[in-house]
């Protein structure tokens, strides 16, 4: 064969390898897209989301996207996500004060009413 013949050969087996990997790829972004909302978590045809909230799960979520050479990506995440526990750590301890002040007041209120 020529050496022409030879390019349009190695050509349409790149072109149906290229196609077969679109198929792929559609059939797995779909899947993917179905699994949104904590199904993909899900183990059991049945589960009801129970697994996505485990804090494993968040972990191995986070391990693989750390493998996929986003560790910069994860570590921003994280560190976003421990800034946000927080300022609600805090704003959790301040409403509980607060709250705490408030019913001291009506307490006293209402002996002051009672006397």
Not at 29 to 49: C, E, K, M, N
Request: glycine letters at 8%; hydrophobic letters at 55%; charged letters at 25%.
């Amino acid at each position: 064969m020529s050496r022409l013949a030879d390019l349009e050969v190695r050509r349409r087996v790149l072109l149906a390898r290229c196609a077969m990997q679109r198929v792929d790829l559609a059939r797995r972004g779909s899947r993917l897209h179905a699994g949104v909302g904590g199904a993909a978590f899900a183990t059991a045809p049945g589960a009801d989301g129970r697994a996505a909230r485990h804090p494993l799960a968040w972990i191995a979520a986070l391990a693989g996207l750390a493998v996929l050479g986003r560790t910069r990506d994860v570590l921003t995440v994280l560190a976003w996500v421990r800034t946000a526990l927080s300022v609600a750590s805090r704003a959790a301890q301040l409403l509980g004060l607060i709250g705490a002040v408030r019913a001291r007041r009506s307490a006293r209120a209402r002996s002051r009413a009672r006397a």
